[in-house]
């Protein structure tokens, strides 16, 4: 059997490394929330327990955790579905050249650049001059809709740059409408990566935190409620928190890959059958 050379070892160290640091923080926290009702927010650790989960059901004596939580869920169920719609929207648009179409792109894509703490800043001041009430699902809302939406975008051209566009003609040979075409030929084959953005727009709302700090308004979201936690919650009740809504995110993400598999699963299934029918 061939040794494999040093610079391999090296390389696996390295990447070992940076695992570690992508995660360590977040393992970190999910040590320490298992502490003692003793515990603290350091190491040594003084007992294990669940004592501090339990606490989280609990009414807090400061912040509202379960209505920040609901807040950022529907916020990003709202972010995720208009994410989806204008992407798609774009992407096919973006299929032909139109006037202006180059200084568009590049106006979309520059949103990613711009320090999230103005745009949220921004944001909340055309609120306020045009006289709306700043409020997490509506300036809040549209903040967020910066972020996701380049990215969204970003997503769909490069699907649309790959699209066979053969597909669709023989749709039409068929006798099929630009709705029907759309709906039954292009919507089912991009299904996966529409999954994507959809991903991509529910993660991004429910972590984000510059965009919405000065457009929520008076009710905080999620990450807002955790960032004034560490100000004044002295307890691992924080880092149980902390656990579970990174548990949440995990759960989210494993939910759509497992709806990948399951149309992929079915895809194969039907061009199977269509296969043995044709025989």
Known sequence: ???????????????????????????????????????????????????WFRDLFQEQAVGDIWGSFRRSFVLGLMVMVTTVVVSVSGGLAFRKRFAG????????????VIPSILVSLGVGLIFSQAGLKVHWASSGFGSQLTWTLPF?????????????????????????????????VVLPIIAPSLIGVALFGFTLSYDEFARTLLTAGSYNTLPLEIFGMTTNVTTPVIFALGTLTTAFSLIVIGAFLLTVWLMGRRRARQGSDAGKGMV
Do not use: C
């Open 152 to 184: 969204g975008l970003l997503i769909m051209f490069a699907v649309f740059n790959r699209f066979d566009k053969s597909f669709e003609e023989a749709a039409r040979d068929q006798g099929a409408t630009a709705w029907q075409t759309i709906r039954h």
């Open 101 to 112: 179409s180059a200084v568009l792109f590049y106006l979309i894509i520059t949103s990613l």
């Open 1 to 51: 059997m061939e040794r494999r050379p040093r610079s391999f070892y090296i390389l696996a160290a390295f990447f070992a490394l940076f695992i570690l640091f992508l995660y360590g923080p977040t393992i970190t926290i999910a040590i320490l929330s298992f502490q003692g009702p003793q515990g603290g927010l350091t190491f040594p650790m003084q007992g294990t327990s669940l004592h």
